[in-house]
């Protein structure tokens, strides 16, 4: 199942790809511009809305259940991968300096200076899919309706695209950094930063109430 969400993606994005496909580039050869979109859904306002609204519900449920339920420990574990995620992407970034498609047209400047130039990979999409990939490998066997989360940084990926924050490459790897954060941070028996939180916290804000 893990394999396959990535092959979703990669095909995702690929299809995305196809109509302009002779005018692409970048490492994998689909890197192009989308027609500019900062319309309705697509708008930039409503991007950061939704990954504000996905991190801010992260936290609130992790406070509210603590972490000696399952959920809880679901959502310290989506915090570890979007702090893992977060800190990759900033290091990523700086490494590669990347143009955006907002600044060119060429999709294989890399190597540009590290000021504006940081596209490679998507720090939104990755993000979004670190805080729900923790939610979907728990709950998704057993209820497959929790992979409907997906749609969010189906959502996303697009949105970035069509509003020339992001070439095709940038948010297949902001994907792929997201998923790798939040397998591991599934994977652990115990989060890192409720590790570091007192007793009120890790038994949940909810018993107070």
Same mark, same amino acid.
């Given at each position: 199942?893990?394999?396959v969400r990535?092959?979703i993606?990669v095909?995702?994005?690929?299809?995305l790809?196809?109509?302009?496909?002779?005018?692409?580039?970048?490492p994998l050869?689909?890197?192009?511009?989308?027609?500019?979109?900062?319309?309705g859904?697509?708008?930039?306002?409503?991007?950061?809305?939704?990954?504000?609204g996905v991190?801010?519900?992260?936290?609130?449920?992790?406070?509210?259940?603590?972490?000696?339920n399952?959920?809880?420990?679901?959502?310290w *574990?989506?915090?570890?991968?979007?702090?893992?995620?977060?800190?990759?992407?900033?290091?990523?970034?700086?490494?590669?300096?990347?143009?955006?498609?907002? *600044?060119?047209?060429?999709?294989?400047?890399?190597? *540009?200076?590290?000021c504006?130039?940081?596209?490679?990979?998507?720090?939104?999409?990755?993000?979004?899919?670190?805080?729900?990939?923790?939610?979907?490998?728990?709950?998704g066997?057993?209820?497959?309706?929790?992979y409907?989360l997906?749609?969010?940084?189906?959502?996303?990926?697009t949105a970035?695209?069509k509003?020339?924050?992001?070439? *095709?490459?940038?948010?297949?790897a902001?994907?792929a950094?997201?998923?790798?954060?939040?397998l591991?941070?599934?994977?652990r028996?115990?989060?890192?930063?409720?590790?570091?939180?007192?007793h009120?916290?890790?038994?949940?804000?909810?018993?107070?109430f």
């Amino acid at each position: 199942m893990k394999s396959v969400r990535l092959n979703i993606c990669v095909l995702y994005i690929f299809f995305l790809a196809t109509p302009t496909a002779f005018a692409a580039g970048g490492p994998l050869g689909i890197d192009h511009r989308l027609p500019y979109d900062n319309h309705g859904i697509w708008r930039r306002s409503t991007q950061r809305k939704l990954v504000n609204g996905v991190l801010l519900a992260e936290v609130a449920g992790a406070l509210w259940e603590g972490g000696e339920n399952r959920i809880g420990k679901t959502f310290w *574990q989506s915090i570890d991968a979007s702090v893992i995620a977060g800190g990759s992407t900033f290091i990523l970034k700086r490494i590669f300096q990347r143009e955006r498609p907002s *600044q060119t047209a060429d999709p294989d400047k890399f190597f *540009q200076g590290c000021c504006n130039n940081l596209s490679f990979p998507s720090g939104d999409v990755s993000a979004i899919t670190a805080s729900i990939t923790p939610f979907v490998l728990e709950y998704g066997p057993n209820d497959p309706w929790v992979y409907a989360l997906e749609v969010l940084p189906a959502y996303d990926m697009t949105a970035r695209l069509k509003t020339w924050g992001h070439w *095709q490459t940038d948010v297949l790897a902001g994907y792929a950094v997201g998923f790798l954060s939040g397998l591991y941070a599934h994977d652990r028996k115990f989060p890192l930063v409720l590790s570091v939180m007192p007793h009120a916290i890790y038994v949940g804000l909810k018993i107070d109430f």
